[in-house]
């Protein structure tokens, strides 16, 4: 559950971040890179605990395309527009499917069934 929450403020972030860039400061690229990498094991980290996998399956596969993303980026120029959208969007699915996995906790009626 801390993991997931954790999960939200990192996606919480990097929408912000995304919207605002000179937020993150001089190194954005860098700085996105890691964010996305601590997405990743913190959804890793997230799985264990989590009442179904696919919420954790979300946030990983979100953190690898936004690495794949911004190392892309920082390789040969990527499109702005393409940047934006794809840290704005990493960040908000992220964040909404963590915040959701930290909440959703099924009645141990309802596992049974």
């Known amino acids: 559950m ?3 929450l954790l999960n939200t403020l990192v996606g ?3 929408a912000h971040a995304a ?3 000179d937020t993150a400061g001089k190194g954005h690229d860098r700085v996105v890179l890691i964010a996305a990498i601590g997405t990743i094991i913190l959804a890793l980290w997230a799985r264990r605990s989590d009442a179904s996998a696919w919420q954790s399956t979300t946030t990983i596969i979100t953190g690898v395309l936004l690495a794949f993303l911004e190392t ?3 390789l040969m120029h990527v ?3 393409l940047m934006f959208w794809g840290i704005f969007w990493a960040g908000l ?3 909404t499917v ?3 996995a930290a ?3 099924p009645s141990q009626l309802a596992r049974a069934e």
């Open 12 to 14: 919480l972030w990097l």
């Open 2 to 4: 801390i993991a997931n």
């Open 79 to 81: 499109s702005d527009v």
């Open 93 to 95: 699915i992220s964040a």
């Open 72 to 74: 892309a980026n920082q």
């Open 98 to 100: 963590s915040l959701w």
């Open 19 to 21: 919207i605002f860039p």
């Open 103 to 105: 909440l959703y906790r």
